[in-house]
């Protein structure tokens, strides 16, 4: 062979053994794939899984056969997304944490992950859980940024969700799990109930217009898949920002207790409407109490066209327009007095003539008021 064939042969040898192919998949006698997902890197945890192994374990109700770590920072990151049932060990606290959330059975699988191929938060814990004795140790390199960048439900906490409701940043809750067995006896505060066995009948009904607010879905916990089925139904739907709550109900009532969302409570401590002076309407100084103090305590209906409804509305109000009213009378709630609304009073004020005529038992009013909202939420409210 001539020297400088000998010399390109030896090149290619050698990038080979440096740098293997971006997916190996191969057989390790644990019943999953191993991949070498990204070249290697000085620190790296030798043993890696991709992100489609990371698919088949993230699913609900969760696996018993496997812990996904997530190792970044828990408020800053875990809490603000992460990949479903994922379990949050930030790498700093692994010695304090490890032994209380890792699983007793050390020949489980353990995947860690964190942000990506620059990220060694997720190869640090892993290693230090193979020193733990833990033997089935992998981690998925590209990590959280690869799972959301493919499109995959993103899960974000209990805490996180808490922290939003309590800045009030307009979002909408929903409640995939049966009303009269579950949503009924206690739900978190400020939801609406959509079960997802009628998410294909009620959808446009009580989902926003906009395809472009935020959805978080929720039901009974980790074994519970109603809130991932109806979150993948809204993003066939076209909505682009639509989160779960994996730890659902169950979940809030441990960390903030039953009483805050069961049902009955806020409308026991909501203040009374007070009537207006065309009849069937309320006050408006009535409606901006409630509005402040209990606004869980009514149904919000807004009767205007879907373009009005997506330029602004008030918070937790669902679109119902007032010439399709007839047609959704059975789809209307009875578990709280309705406050129809519009922009003029004209047509909140048709909304209750019509229900009223229809079913005269069911608590309505409607705000005889000339209304503005800003895009930011800001409203302004003006009585006849």
Sequence with gaps: MKPHARTALAAVIATMLLCPPLLVGRS????????????????????????????????????????????????????????????????????????????????????????????????????????????????????????????????????????????????????????????????????????????????AQLLPADKTAALYFYCEGLECKLSNDSAEKAVKLGYTNVKVVPEGWPGWEKAYGASAGVAAAPVAAAPAIVAGKEPGSIAVPSFEQILREAPQSVHLIDVRDPQEFAAGTFKGAVNIPVGTLDKKLDQLPRDKPIVFFCGAGGRSGEAHDVVKSALPTLKTVFVDATIKWKPTGEYTITAK
């Design 28 to 203: 390790d006698g644990v019943g999953i794939a191993t991949a070498q997902t990204a070249p290697a890197k000085a620190g790296y945890y030798g043993k890696q899984v991709d992100l489609a192994t990371v698919k088949q374990y993230a699913v609900v109700p969760k696996r018993a056969d496997v812990t996904i770590v997530d190792a970044r920072p828990a408020a800053r990151k875990y809490d603000i997304g992460h990949i479903p049932t994922a379990i949050s060990i930030p790498e700093s606290q692994f010695d304090q944490l490890a032994g209380k959330l890792l699983p007793q059975d050390k020949s489980q699988l353990v995947i860690f992950y964190c942000d990506g191929p620059e990220c060694m938060l997720s190869h640090n814990s892993a290693f230090k859980a193979e020193k733990l004795g833990y033997t089935n140790v992998r981690v998925h390199v590209g990590g959280f940024p690869e799972w959301a960048t493919a499109g995959n439900l993103v899960a974000i906490s209990i805490p996180q969700l808490k922290k939003l409701m309590d800045a009030g940043e307009p979002l909408t809750l929903v409640d995939a799990r049966p009303k009269e067995r579950k949503y009924d006896k206690g739900h978190i505060p400020g939801a609406i109930s959509l079960p997802d066995s009628q998410f294909d009948k009620l959808a």
